[in-house]
Nanobody
């Protein structure tokens, strides 16, 4: 049984930083690309970042480019999202997701088959 457990969310002032973690279990972590998504109240789910199985390839949504960094530690079965220069519009529930594939070149949102429960990030102005 695959489990993804996010942590690290909270309340932060604009301009601050947070690091989210997602601990995975239940299948071989290094066989899967990982991603972060977010959803704000009343808005659709938004792609934030993705990382290939090895960590050598990453991809970012427009809102994350230049401010967020995704990384992974396969020895710890954990993926991270370092978020810097946070803005009030970053306020959302952030979800970790695990894909069926290893590489980003073939990865689409529909290929994420496992999702965490989410962690709330609130950025105050």
């Amino acid at each position: 049984q695959v489990q993804l457990v996010e942590s690290g969310g909270g309340l932060v002032q604009a301009g601050g930083s947070l690091r989210l973690s997602c601990a995975a279990s239940g299948r071989t972590f290094s066989n899967h690309a990982m991603g972060w998504f977010r959803q704000a109240p009343g808005k659709e789910r938004e792609f934030v970042a993705a990382i290939s199985w090895s960590g050598r390839s990453t991809d970012y949504g427009d809102s994350a480019k230049g401010r967020f960094t995704i990384s992974r530690d396969n020895a710890k079965n954990t993926v991270y999202l370092q978020m810097n220069s946070l803005k009030p519009e970053d306020t959302a529930v952030y979800y970790c997701a695990q894909a069926l594939v290893r590489d980003l070149v073939v990865l689409t949102t529909s290929l994420y088959d496992k999702w965490g429960q989410g962690t709330q990030v609130t950025v105050s102005s």
